[in-house]
Every structure is written in C-alpha cells, then in structure tokens.
C-alpha cells in the first residue's frame, strides 16, 4: 500500500509539472525533425543541436545521407547526448533491414536481410538477426528505430511487397515475427514503432510521391497486428500512413484523419500511447497541404508527435515555424492546449524507457 501512495503521489507531481511546463517546451517535444550534414561541424546539425537544446525539438532523425562513417556518426550522437536539454533527447533512424536500412556496408556498418527473407529462416536465427542488428543501434547510439513494419503483403504491386518490406501475408507470421523484433530491440535499450497504420501492404502507389488511394483493396485483416501486438506491447509507439484509405475517412488521408486515429487506434484498438506520423515532407502530404494546414490537421487527428525528415529543401527555421503555427492555433481556439498537454505527457512517459 505505501509503495502504491508514493507511486500516485509522483505521477500526481509528474502531471502537475508537466501542466505548468511552457507551451513553447510541451510544443517542442512534439517534433522529430531531420537536418542536413554529416558530421559535427556540418551548420545543419548544429542548428540542431541548439534546437535540441534549447527544448525546440524532441529528437532528430538520420538518414543514410547524414552518415558518412561509423567515427562521425558516433560522435553526432555523443554530442545529441551531451546536450543539457531538459528531456533526454530521440536519436532515431529508419533501419528495417533489405531495402531500408541506413547504416550499411556503404557507411561501414553491416547488410541485414529484408523481413520477407527473415521470414523463411527460423525463429532463433530472427532472434539472433534483430539482436545484432539492435546492438548496432545501441552503440551507435540510436535509442529510436523506426520498425517493425507490420503490413501485409497483400498486393505484389504495392511497395511494401516489391520491396520485401512486410514478414508475410498472413498476419499471424508477422505477428510473431514482429515480436522477435519488439524483443530483441526492447533488451538492447532502442525503442520501437509499428507502421504504417491502419496497413500499407494492399496500397498501390507511394507516398514519397503522391497520392495514394488505399480504399478499394484494404482489408481489415491488416489491423490484426495492430490489435494483437499493442496488447502485449501498450507502451509501443505507432506510425500513421499518409495513405487516404475511405474505410476510414472520406476527406482526410490516415495521418491527418481524426477518424483513423482517435476513434478506431485509440477508442476501438484501446492503443493510449504515442502516436507519430510518417515524414510529412513526403509528397502525399506536401502536395495537398499547407504546412498550417498539416499541423493543425494532423494534432487534432490525435497524433503526438509530428516528423519531418527536412531533407530536399532543408529548413532550420522549421521548428521555429511549427511552433508559431501551433501557439496562433491554441490563442485563436483551434486546437485544445489540452491536447498539447496529453501529448507532451505521452512522449515523455515514453521517453523514460530512454537508457
């Protein structure tokens, strides 16, 4: 019992401090940005360092541009750690294994095989796979992969099939093959994420380019990751798809959508953790959108965190600029602080998974 008072009365102070946290703070712990650089001294990864610092941003993310070798990539992230920011920063990356995989024997690192090839090895040599793999992360210093990807493979025209991204077509492999990837990632420190909600795998198109229609070959079977895994994993965090899928929303595609979020992950799957969206510089949405538009859109949708990768046209001014278009949006009543509030209070309890 007194173990369970003083359990309480921290979460009570961990509220209270949250609620009283500046908006420009709970704001910046909402954002994922990437830079341009690699290495210490490129201006694009200063700028956010100092973003980093001064409580701007919530983490970066790094692509295989930003990794020239195993030396400066380490010290990058050393020096992400070293900054005396007030939450302990994400140091995240897209590493799946096969077509997806930003640390590579280009950069010094090693190949990893697609999950459509994992899939045809046994149990205990995936175990060994995504240990390593893990490993690698943690000591690079990452604390965030992107992965596993849980879509079906559906369709062998959609890209997740043509690029051996999905474990099976049959959800319960990728269930099981998804949990040995959960597992190994869980015991070497790095947290991880299901995507692309609510399923990518019977989508014809890509999102990195356009508009992509998901409605007439979706299949509910591609929720069954989804609703099995976030049973055994209720902390786990959750990538949202930029594809328009009308199973779920007429107007608004998953990423944006309030439909797709806040009622079928959150109220019907039950999921209470952190949401995140794919890059949003991916032209599904900066085709259609306004930068104001996809912010605003995409947190009252019920995402926590929104993810830029900040590559094609670099920006250092972006997070500068997403946090005015948000502090106009609470002032002029178009988005509840009190999203701002649940969200900050999300990611920082995820972020206390952070070693």
């Known amino acids: 019992m007194k173990r369970l008072l003083i359990f309480l009365f921290l979460q009570i102070i961990f509220i209270q401090a949250a609620n009283s946290a500046p908006l420009s703070e709970m704001i910046g712990q909402m954002l994922i940005v990437g830079f341009d650089g690699d290495n210490i001294n490129s201006e694009g990864f200063k700028s956010s360092l100092n973003q980093i610092k001064d409580n701007k941003i919530s983490g970066v993310i790094f692509f295989e541009y930003n990794i020239k070798d195993r030396e400066s990539l380490k010290a990058m992230t050393e020096a992400i750690k070293q900054t005396k920011s007030k939450h302990k920063p994400f140091v995240s990356i897209d590493q799946e294994g096969g077509f ?21 090895m046994s149990k205990n040599d995936a175990s060994k796979i995504y240990d390593e793999l893990s490993s690698e992360l943690y000591d690079a210093g990452f604390n965030l992969n992107f992965t596993p990807c849980v879509d079906l493979a559906l369709n062998e025209k959609s890209i997740i099939s043509k690029n051996e991204r999905s474990f099976s077509n049959d959800y319960k492999k990728v269930i099981d093959f998804s949990k040995i990837v959960i597992n190994e990632h869980k015991k070497n420190k790095v947290i991880t994420v299901l995507k692309h909600f609510p399923g990518h795998g019977s989508a014809i198109g890509d999102t990195h380019l356009g508009f992509v229609d998901a409605t007439s070959n979706w299949d509910k079977k591609e929720l069954r990751p989804y609703i099995e895994l976030l049973k055994y994993y209720p902390n786990q965090m959750v990538m949202v798809a930029h594809t328009y899928n009308g199973n779920f929303d007429l107007k608004f595609p998953s990423s944006l959508s309030k439909r797709t979020i806040d009622f079928h992950l959150r109220d019907k799957i039950k999921f209470k953790g952190v949401v995140i969206t794919d890059d949003l510089n991916m032209l599904a949405i900066k085709n259609n959108y306004k930068l104001d538009e996809t912010v605003i859109n995409a947190i009252n949708a019920g995402v926590n965190i929104l993810l830029f990768s900040n590559f094609k046209t670099p920006n250092s001014d972006l997070p500068d600029q997403i946090e005015n278009i948000i502090v106009n949006a609470v002032n002029e009543g178009k988005i509840d602080k009190k999203t701002i509030i649940e969200s900050y209070n999300k990611i920082l309890k995820l972020k206390r998974n952070i070693k």
């Open 100 to 120: 997806v995989q930003r640390l590579n024997k280009r950069n010094g690192f090693k190949n990893y095989p697609s999950f459509e090839q994992v899939s045809k």
